[in-house]
C-alpha cells in the first residue's frame, strides 16, 4: 500500500505541509498519491537512526547481512504486479521494461549476498611478525576492509528499481555493512515507497536495527542538501546528471570532514566506426544502431550520443542508411515531461549550432511527451572547434561526425570528456592498423566495445561502468557488479593485535575459509 509517507527508520512519518504528486507522462495526468516531503526534524531521525544503527550493523556476520539481502530480494517479489502497475504509471516504460528492471534489481542483491556470504571480499591481508629482525623486529599486521558508515543514495530518474531504492548502490552498501538512507526520486515515489515497504520488512524478518534503512520524499534539492552535509553521514551514492551529480561532489568537498561522493552523470558513448567494417557491412551496422538510440526513448546513461567515421562514400551510405531507418522506429514515451522539455531544448539547441545538418528529424506529429528522434551531422573540424556539441542529449539523438583523416578522429577522441563507454566497430584484423586509436580511446572511457552497442549494462564482477570525470567523479571504481562494494569500505590495519580480539577473516586458523594473502602468498589455508 502507498502512503505517500516517509520511512524514518521502521516507522512512517509525515510531519510537514509541503506535499506533491508523482506524473503518468504516457495518460500526461497526475497520479493520485499525495507524498508528505520531509521535514528538516525527520532527515535529522533518519540520519541519527542510521548512525545508531551502524554500531550494530557494521560488526554484523557475512551470513546476517546475505539473509537480509535475499530477504528483499523476496519481499520485492512479493510485491507482484503492483509494483509493475506502480511503476509504469509513473515512468510511461512498459511492463516488460518493469519487469527485467525488477529481475535485475533481485540478482543485484543476491549476487552481493552471495558475495558477503563468501567473505572474500574484505581484501584480508596478513604480514606476520618477526619478533628477531635485525635492525628492528617486524610487527604483526594484518589489514582488511571495514564499512565507511551511514550512506545516502539518491535515486534515479530513468531507473525506478536497479538505481533507486534498493538498487545497486543500496545493495552494495548493505553488503559492505552500511546503513542507508535514501532520498527518493520524486518522479516515481510510489515505487519507491514499495520497494521501501519491501525493505523494511525483510529488515523486521532478519532482526537488523532500527535505523538500518530509511526513505525519504522531497521534490526539492534541499532535502538532499541537508543529507550530504550531515556529519554523520560518510558518503553518497548518486546517478544522474552532470549538474546534480557536481552539486553535490561540492557539498561533500566543502564539510569540515568531507566524505566521497560516488556519482555516475552523464556521457555521450563515443562509437567509431572504421572504413572496411562500413564497406562490408554499413547497412547492418546503421540498423543495428538506429536500434541502440532509440532503446528506452534514448533514455540510458550508455546511448550512442556520437558515431565518428572517416569522410567518404561508405560513411555518408552509413549515414543515410542510419536516417532511414530511425524514421522507421514508432516514437515513444519519455518519463517525465521535465525530461521531454529538457530533450527537446537540448536537441533544438544542437541543431541551432553553426554548420550542423540534420540527417533525419521525424516531422510526423506525436503523442504528448513522446520523443521525436533525431540525426543530426557534422564535420569533424566543426565538431572540435565547438564543444557544446559535445555535450549529451538525454533522448534519443546522435551526432554523426565525419573526421577528414585518421589523425583528426584520435584528435577528436583525445579531447573528449571522460565517458561511460567507447565502441570501435571494425572488420577482421582492422583493428591492428589503429593502436594508437584504441589507445586514445582508453584513456576516455570505462569500457571499450568492440563489434557491439553500447547499451546494455551486464551484472558481473568483470563490469566497469564508470569512467573518467565527468562520466563519474572517480574512475577507479564501478557503479555496477560486486566489486561496487569497495565504495562504500576503507582499508583498515591491526597491528600486533591479540588473536582473540581480531575479526575472524584474520585470525590465524581462517575459521570462515577465505581467501587471504598471507606473507605475499594467496591461500585459504
Not at 516507522?11 to 495526468?29: I, M, R
Not at 594484518?142 to 565507511?148: A, C, E
Not at 519491501?198 to 532500527?210: D, R, S
Not at 561496487?484 to 581480531?502: A, G, T
Request: with cysteine; net charge negative.
Amino acid at each position: 500500500m502507498i502512503t505517500g509517507k516517509n520511512y524514518i527508520g521502521n516507522q512512517l512519518s509525515a510531519k510537514g505541509d509541503k506535499t506533491f504528486k508523482t506524473f503518468n507522462p504516457e495518460l500526461n495526468v497526475e497520479n493520485e498519491h499525495i507524498f508528505y516531503q520531509a521535514t528538516t526534524e525527520e532527515i535529522n531521525e533518519a540520519v541519527h537512526l542510521a548512525e545508531k544503527a551502524f554500531e550494530e550493523y557494521r560488526s554484523f556476520s557475512g551470513k546476517q547481512k546475505a539473509l537480509f539481502l535475499r530477504a528483499i530480494a523476496d519481499e520485492i517479489e512479493a510485491l507482484g504486479e503492483q509494483l509493475i502497475q506502480v511503476y509504469c504509471s509513473e515512468t510511461g516504460l512498459p511492463s516488460g521494461r518493469a519487469a527485467g528492471e525488477r529481475g535485475r534489481t533481485v540478482f543485484q542483491l543476491r549476487s552481493f549476498a552471495d558475495l558477503v556470504e563468501e567473505g572474500s571480499w574484505v581484501e584480508a591481508s596478513i604480514d606476520t611478525g618477526i619478533s628477531d629482525r635485525t635492525p628492528a623486529p617486524k610487527p604483526d599486521l594484518r589489514k582488511m576492509n571495514i564499512p565507511l558508515g551511514p550512506i545516502v543514495v539518491f535515486g534515479a530518474s530513468n531507473f525506478p528499481l536497479a538505481y533507486s531504492t534498493a538498487g545497486g548502490d543500496t545493495a552494495a552498501a548493505f553488503a559492505a555493512g552500511c546503513p542507508v538512507i535514501v532520498k527518493s526520486h520524486p518522479m516515481h515515489a510510489g515505487t519507491g515507497e514499495l520497494i521501501a515497504s519491501a525493505i523494511l520488512k525483510a529488515a523486521e524478518k532478519t532482526n537488523m536495527p532500527n535505523g538500518i534503512f530509511s526513505n525519504i520524499n522531497a521534490i526539492d534539492y534541499n532535502a538532499g542538501e541537508q543529507l550530504v552535509s550531515d556529519a554523520k553521514v560518510k558518503a553518497v551514492g548518486f546517478t544522474g546528471s552532470i549538474k546534480g551529480g557536481r552539486a553535490l561532489l561540492d557539498i561533500a568537498a566543502k564539510r569540515e570532514e568531507p566524505i566521497p561522493v560516488f556519482a555516475e552523470m552523464g556521457s555521450i558513448n563515443p562509437v567509431v566506426v572504421l572504413p572496411k567494417a562500413l564497406e562490408n557491412r554499413g547497412a547492418e551496422i546503421a540498423n543495428t544502431y538506429a536500434g541502440s538510440i532509440t532503446l528506452g526513448t534514448g533514455q540510458f546513461c550508455t546511448n550512442p550520443g556520437l558515431i565518428l567515421g572517416i569522410a567518404g562514400k561508405q560513411l555518408d551510405d552509413f549515414t543515410n542508411t542510419l536516417g532511414a531507418k530511425i524514421k522507421e522506429i514508432s516514437p515513444m514515451c519519455m518519463l517525465h515531461p521535465n525530461i521531454h522539455s529538457a530533450y527537446e531544448k537540448g536537441k533544438t539547441k544542437a541543431i541551432a549550432e553553426e554548420n550542423v545538418t540534420v540527417l533525419a528529424n521525424l516531422d510526423q506529429k506525436v503523442k504528448t511527451n513522446y520523443a521525436s528522434q533525431l540525426i543530426a551531422t557534422v564535420s569533424g573540424k566543426t565538431f572540435l572547434e565547438n564543444t557544446k556539441l559535445h555535450h549529451e542529449v538525454f533522448g534519443p539523438f546522435s551526432i554523426v561526425v565525419s573526421c577528414e583523416n585518421v589523425q583528426e578522429l584520435e584528435q577528436i577522441i583525445a579531447k573528449l570528456e571522460g565517458q561511460l563507454t567507447g565502441t570501435i566497430i571494425a572488420d577482421d584484423n582492422e583493428l591492428n592498423n589503429y593502436g594508437e586509436l584504441i589507445a586514445k580511446m582508453q584513456n576516455r572511457v570505462g569500457r571499450l566495445i568492440f563489434n557491439g552497442v553500447p547499451t546494455g549494462v551486464e551484472v558481473c564482477p568483470s563490469m566497469v561502468h564508470g569512467g573518467p570525470y565527468p562520466a563519474s567523479t572517480d574512475s577507479r571504481f564501478t557503479a555496477v557488479g560486486v566489486n561496487s562494494i569497495k565504495r562504500w569500505v576503507r582499508p583498515f590495519s591491526y597491528q600486533n593485535w591479540p588473536q582473540e580480539l581480531l575479526p575472524v577473516e584474520l585470525q590465524d586458523g581462517n575459521p570462515l575459509g577465505i581467501n587471504r594473502v598471507v606473507n605475499g602468498k594467496l591461500t585459504n589455508a
